[in-house]
């Protein structure tokens, strides 16, 4: 046999006991970790409502409970267990001055204990005053109908004006705005929405007024015709601006038939 093909064959040979060696060769043992246990968070107890809440709401103990919260997001304005361990008890029979959602913590500035008192007088401002006017039944004079509970209206005022009638010869009447900006708190009996339907138009509308505002409504009442004008959502905060008229428009009613014009 030559050589070169001795040579051939003693490398196949090699090849062929490395490649045994190998396949039977047992693989090492693998070490794997256990991740490490996450750390459990730190967290408390704070009061929540147990459902959604409306406006008016008596609490108990069916409307509240204790859920655990974050301890780093449990801020002192939150009402915690560890602290208030009786909160239950505490606010039994208070009422809600703003509606809460299921599972939104209770605090203590959307509540209040009535102490035996009627729900308006409770959901009141410190220093606020409410006062009804009577209104059209069929919204003539609330927009419509369309003012709800929480809405902000500006009050108007029309009477006749016995001077300019006298000189006329007829009825003549004049209108003005003598209230921007105010909190409707009721229609009817009705303080809020109805699942987000719109409430009956009632016979009054009650409104959140400082004593003097109150007094003006009185007035202004007994002496001439009051009418609400719904103002937008965008207004509610923004400064009054200044409004002029030509002369200070009035209106003249002959044979039942109105007419804007100026003084």
């Known amino acids: 046999m030559k050589a070169s093909r001795l040579i051939i064959v003693g490398v196949a040979g090699f090849a062929g006991l490395l490649a045994l060696l190998l396949s039977g060769r047992q693989p090492e043992n693998v070490v794997v970790q256990a991740p490490a246990p996450a750390a459990t968070p730190n967290t408390t107890e704070v009061l929540v409502a147990k459902t959604d809440l409306p406006m008016g709401t008596a609490l108990g103990e069916g409307e509240l409970a204790w859920a655990k919260w974050p301890q780093e997001l449990a801020s002192s304005a939150l009402i915690q267990r560890s602290a208030r361990p009786n909160a239950l008890e505490e606010f039994k029979g208070a009422i809600t001055r703003q509606p809460f959602f299921s599972n939104e913590p209770i605090r203590e500035e959307k509540i209040i204990?009535?102490?035996g008192s009627g729900f308006l007088s409770a959901i009141l401002p410190a220093g606020k005053r409410a006062i009804a006017i009577s209104i059209d039944s069929r919204g003539a004079s609330s927009a419509g109908g369309f003012i709800l509970p929480n809405d902000h209206v500006d009050v108007i005022v029309t009477r006749r004006d016995a001077d300019a009638s006298t000189k006329a010869g007829t009825d003549v009447y004049t209108s003005s705005t003598f209230l921007n900006n105010v909190r409707v708190l009721a229609i009817g009996q009705n303080i809020q929405e109805k699942n987000g339907e719109r409430v009956v138009v009632g016979e009054?509308?009650?409104?959140?007024?400082?004593?003097?505002?109150?007094?003006l409504i009185?007035?202004?009442q007994r002496t001439g015709t009051l009418a609400l004008a719904l103002r937008s959502m965008v207004d509610i905060n923004k400064p009054e601006e200044k409004r002029t008229?030509?002369?200070g428009g009035m209106?003249?009613?002959r044979f039942g038939v109105s007419q804007e014009i100026a003084r």
Do not use: F, M, W
């Not at 009054?204 to 007094?215: G, N």
């Open 113 to 115: 204990k009535g102490n």
């Open 204 to 215: 009054t509308a009650t409104l959140e007024l400082d004593p003097s505002q109150a007094e």
């Open 218 to 220: 009185a007035l202004n």
């Open 245 to 247: 008229r030509a002369g």
């Open 251 to 253: 209106t003249i009613v």
